[in-house]
């Protein structure tokens, strides 16, 4: 095997499995929303889920919707099937050092499109057309990079996933699949 390969291997499994403790410590803490979760499908660990994740991820982490992104995020991977862990942290494109720059950049490039479509706020006066304006502009630019940006993640997971031949551990018998402790105390019984 090559160095940059078992290197990368060495790299995804050591966060993964940090990743994973501490998903399932949170999910144990919160066994309602891990139950949800769990019958929705957000917890499946597989390539296409995964990268359906990143893909909800980044398409929320590069839009205007701070406040709100991890609400939409767990709608966005129910309705797709995605893994919302992977949501989460691919939404941290979007972080408290990168949000200034992010947004300055979609206003602008929104401006930019904006200029090219005939977009009128006539009926508006004074401040409220400059809001109208100025809050389109952001969400034109903001689409334009997370419409793309979105796509690209979901293709580029497959590809690294798939060219370096990443494969996630097998659960051992007392993680079946979500990584919630099931045992006596959670209402099975000791057999089974």
């Not at 309705?79 to 602008?108: K, V």
């Not at 929104?110 to 006539?122: I, K, N, Y």
């Not at 990079?145 to 051992?172: E, K, M, N, Q, T």
Request: a positive charge.
């Amino acid at each position: 095997m090559r160095p940059a390969r078992r290197w990368l291997k060495l790299q995804a499994a050591g966060g993964s499995a940090r990743l994973r403790s501490s998903t399932r410590a949170w999910l144990r803490r919160h066994r309602g929303v891990a139950a949800f979760l769990e019958r929705a499908g957000c917890l499946n660990v597989d390539e296409l889920t995964l990268a359906r994740g990143v893909a909800v991820g980044l398409f929320i982490g590069l839009t205007p919707t701070l406040g709100v992104q991890t609400i939409l995020m767990l709608g966005a991977s129910v309705l797709l099937r995605a893994n919302f862990p992977a949501a989460f942290a691919a939404s941290w494109i979007n972080n408290p050092l990168t949000f200034a720059p992010l947004y300055l950049g979609f206003h602008q490039l929104g401006e930019r499109v904006t200029a090219l479509l005939p977009v009128r706020f006539d009926s508006l006066s004074g401040l409220e057309e400059e809001i109208a304006e100025e809050t389109l502009s952001l969400v034109i630019g903001s689409l334009c990079i997370a419409l793309p940006g979105a796509v690209l993640g979901y293709v580029g997971f497959l590809c690294v996933w798939r060219r370096f031949d990443l494969h996630l551990p097998r659960p051992s018998p007392r993680h079946p699949g979500n990584g919630v402790d099931k045992g006596p105390g959670d209402g099975q019984h000791p057999g089974g």
